[in-house]
């Protein structure tokens, strides 16, 4: 699947979409790589997918 992973730093909150002002939240979604998995932020208006950062560790 192809798509533009916008990377961004949140200082406060992420509700508002940067890209097209949805200001309802988002969904989100989980993008396992090599090493980690990222939890990623999809607008539910415009569909852009946001990188704030967020892993989730698996448990040994």
Same mark, same amino acid.
């Given at each position: 699947?192809? &798509?533009?992973?916008?990377?961004?730093?949140?200082?406060? +909150? @992420?509700?508002?979409?940067?890209?097209?002002? &949805?200001?309802?939240g %988002?969904?989100?979604?989980l993008?396992?790589?090599?090493? /980690?998995t990222?939890?990623? @932020?999809?607008?539910?208006?415009?569909?852009? /997918? %946001?990188?704030?950062?967020?892993?989730? +560790?698996?448990?040994?």
């Open positions: 699947m192809n &798509y533009k992973i916008t990377v961004i730093n949140v200082e406060n +909150e @992420f509700k508002i979409c940067p890209s097209c002002g &949805y200001k309802d %988002f969904h989100t979604m993008k396992k790589e090599v090493t /980690v990222k939890w990623l @932020f999809i607008c539910p208006s415009c569909s852009e /997918v %946001f990188d704030i950062g967020h892993i989730v +560790e698996k448990e040994q």
